[in-house]
């Protein structure tokens, strides 16, 4: 039975690794031809930031694959025999915190480089080591109270019950459920400072653009983003009374009234559509899936493992293997949200402007050096969103000549405007 996981676990790291190396020859090769959306320099930085990232990812999923095999051929009965506390939950809990623990410190490497080194050299970067450092402890602090407290209830649901994985499923769509509520008004502010967006005419117009859709929300906040990192961003967060508008303050600082309002007007088509309740049903069945398929693991393979089938050793091996589902479930998942998206930049338009709109998505790629193109296979296993091209020609604007052709295009953005009824 474990070699028939290793085999499976194998076939989707060879999957990963084939369209990493897709994605990386595929950009070094489309950087050096004729530029879009950004001058012949952007483009290349872009490009190169592209790369940079899918390289050190590359490594990463080398490096994980060696640990999840040392996992399941030594790790997972390395640690069960080490600890020794009384008490199955105790255990389970020990051991899962253990197994995060070596987790964490495996991926430390990477995450420092990709901000230290990466996101340093292309200017995104702002943090200190010592900050750093703090938020490191905040979500540690933050995953030792939730999560202790999730793994202490799910493992006291698989000792209790045959038909866990029901159980434990319901508890899981549970914390999502409740992750949404909590995160915006509780979870995010350790991070980050949030203040209420000063009153005047941008106010005015976001809280009448909501009304229109019957959006009520906690309040319209800015959030303190640049002293962490130079890329803009906005977003619509929680459920129920928890809802609030959070503009990160590099984005007032980049894009116009007209083009903040257009892109509040796609986060809102977001809203008008029920996105967020298309996603969590999205989640509850990727959730229903892993938790049947782990609910009925046959006990062989944690023989094989060199452990009993305890609750601890279950999730462990849930987490372990999860990405090969949600990996499975991915290009559903990402072509409906791409559908999302091309109704939510529709409804964006009618809100705010097309013209407004695409201003801001050719701000957006410019300050946060996103290369326009990708390897079709990215496309299809990962992009939420659209490739920015096929953004803007739905939105009704097309490419009229590059950079080296018409100069004064690279001072008005070289996509101009189709008149609809043409």
Do not use: C
Not at 84 to 103: D, P, R, Y
Not at 236 to 257: I, P
Not at 386 to 406: Q, T
């Amino acid at each position: 039975m474990l070699e028939s996981v290793v085999i499976i676990y194998s076939i989707y790291t060879v999957m990963k690794l084939y369209i990493s190396i897709m994605q990386i020859g595929f950009i070094n090769d489309e950087k050096r031809k004729v530029p879009v959306l950004m001058n012949q320099s952007n483009y290349l930085v872009a490009g190169n930031y592209a790369v940079a990232k899918e390289k050190l990812g590359l490594v990463e999923t080398f490096v994980d694959y060696f640990v999840f095999l040392w996992w399941v051929i030594a790790g997972f009965a390395w640690l069960d025999g080490i600890l020794g506390f009384e008490g199955v939950i105790a255990q389970s809990v020990a051991f899962l915190f253990g197994f995060a623990i070596v987790n964490f410190i495996v991926g430390l490497p990477f995450e420092l480089y990709r901000k230290f080194k990466i996101d340093e050299d292309f200017g995104f970067n702002k943090m200190s080591p010592k900050d750093y450092a703090l938020d490191t402890l905040k979500s540690t602090l933050v995953f030792a109270l939730l999560g202790g407290a999730i793994f202490a209830l799910l493992s006291w649901i698989i000792s209790a019950f045959d038909s866990w994985w029901l159980w434990g499923f319901g508890v899981m769509l549970g914390v999502v459920l409740m992750a949404n509520i909590i995160y915006p008004a509780i979870i995010a502010p350790i991070f980050n400072k949030f203040t209420p967006l000063d009153e005047g005419e941008l106010k005015e117009a976001i809280v009448e653009m909501m009304g229109k859709v019957g959006l009520k929300s906690e309040g319209i906040f800015v959030m303190d983003a640049s002293k962490k990192d130079s890329r803009l961003n906005a977003y619509f967060g929680g459920l129920g009374k928890s809802k609030r508008v959070v503009l990160f303050d590099t984005l007032l600082a980049k894009l116009n009234k007209e083009e903040l309002l257009a892109v509040l007007g796609h986060e809102l088509g977001h809203f008008k559509h029920g996105d967020i309740f298309k996603n969590i049903a999205l989640m509850a069945g990727l959730l229903f899936v892993t938790f049947y398929i782990f609910g009925h693991l046959p006990d062989v393979l944690f023989t094989d493992i060199g452990v009993v089938p305890s609750a601890g050793v279950t999730i462990a091996l849930l987490m372990l293997l999860m990405p090969i589902v949600s990996f499975v479930f991915t290009p559903f998942v990402s072509f409906v949200s791409r559908h999302n998206e091309y109704a939510a930049d529709a409804f964006g338009g009618e809100m705010g402007g097309k013209e407004h709109l695409v201003s801001a998505l050719l701000k957006l790629i410019q300050q946060n050096k996103a290369f326009p193109k990708s390897h079709p296979l990215v496309i299809f296993f990962y992009y939420t969103h659209p490739p920015v091209l096929e953004r803007l020609k739905v939105l009704g604007y097309e490419e009229r000549a590059y950079f080296h052709e018409e100069p004064q295009l690279q001072k008005e953005g070289i996509f101009a405007f189709i008149d609809d009824n043409k």
